[in-house]
């Protein structure tokens, strides 16, 4: 019977396929299996990513992940694919499973690492966030010196990002989407909106960066990731 | 005349040549100047990392900066190498400083990017930061869920970073070096010691993990990042 297989668990970076490590690209090339997240629909940013250097020979497994408030069926999905992907190893196939951007960032990767990191060999190659590609598309740095950076998701409590703004040099607000109003008006308390920017979709072709003042009342931009800057006029 | 050429901040990831990006690559190979930072002794982790892309055709510039507590001599140097870049530019040359990690991440490119950015047309190339290879190192997630991820760097006030542990859920302490024995004891203070770990030289031959604890008094580690979680009994 031959060994178990390695899990590796890569980031394909924020959208641009360029963006790709040259180590992301030869672990892809050598995994047996490619496993990714898709939508009910089929479709997965992360395979578009990486679709280059996917080989037809691998097996291809997508990871259909409920997205919903509730979190009983993400859980479920992630223990039918954890045991999928535990087949594939114990039968000494190395899976690769693709990563929007890095998979110890704020990725789902780790609801699988959670379920098989213990059991099986595992492997992570770093990939460019969309932190630093968002802060590459605006033109502006995202922290420098001695700032102090806070990474803020949106979903927290309305108090907490309000207390957290103070002491912060450098802002990142991930997970927008349907608490963008909420963000904003933290923002403008905080008197910070003026030096916000949000940036939808860095890097890919659908790029889009606006002031956070220009965003219209009731649009909620998805795929976003929101820059403020403290003692800043404007960026 | 020719149009001036572009300046391209290209981060080149946190140490091992196979964490650079095929953008990365492809920006050196095609850059007629090639400048990074280097050390008196003409040492450059940044060409180093990126050696195997430059090319023999390409000139190369290294941008010694003096590193003292002083801030003056590096200043200065930084606008000597802007004069020395400015002059390749005007004159249609186009020009690749290497970055460690990412260029707008902590990095010493925006000493650049602030004396030549808005003369010259600049280009970013984001890349693997140093964080999210240490977090790949250790073998945990850097922040996942809604956790409160700050990074602090070590040089602040040891009353600031006590204040802005509170509330983080996951921290990461940047630029160590002599600041160790304050930033141990205020994650001592906190009780995070022992969920801590601090990386050296994360994804380089000489990469080192140890428990924030099983440093030895007196040490001071160098290239080092302090990776620390709250609700965690240790990594």
């Known amino acids: 019977m031959s060994a178990s297989g390695t899990l590796t668990g890569i980031g394909v970076g924020p959208g641009d396929p360029e963006l790709l490590t040259l180590k992301a690209c030869r672990a892809i090339r050598e995994a047996d299996v490619v496993a990714y997240p898709a939508n009910a629909a089929g479709e997965s940013l992360a395979r578009d990513i990486a679709a ?129 109003e909420k963000v904003r008006r933290v923002l403008r308390d905080a008197g910070l909106n003026g030096a916000a920017a949000i940036i939808e979709s860095a890097t890919r072709d659908n790029q889009r960066i606006t002031a956070l003042d220009d965003i219209p009342d009731g649009e909620q931009p998805y795929f976003s990731t929101i820059l403020a800057y403290r003692g800043d006029e404007g960026w």
């Open 52 to 180: 280059a250097e996917i080989l037809h020979a691998a097996l291809e497994l997508p990871v259909l992940v409920p997205m919903c408030t509730d979190r009983a069926p993400a859980q479920t999905a992630y223990d039918d694919a954890a045991g999928t992907i535990a087949r594939h190893l114990s039968q000494g196939r190395s899976v690769a499973f693709l990563c929007e951007g890095d998979p110890f960032f704020y990725g789902s990767f780790m609801y699988l690492f959670a379920r098989l990191g213990e059991t099986y060999e595992t492997r992570i190659v770093p990939g460019v966030t969309s932190l630093t590609a968002c802060a590459a598309a605006l033109g502006r740095p995202l922290a420098a010196r001695n700032e102090l950076l806070k990474v803020l998701p949106a979903p927290l409590p309305e108090e907490t990002l309000k207390a957290e703004l103070r002491g912060a040099d450098c802002i990142a607000i991930i997970k927008v989407g349907r608490h963008f």
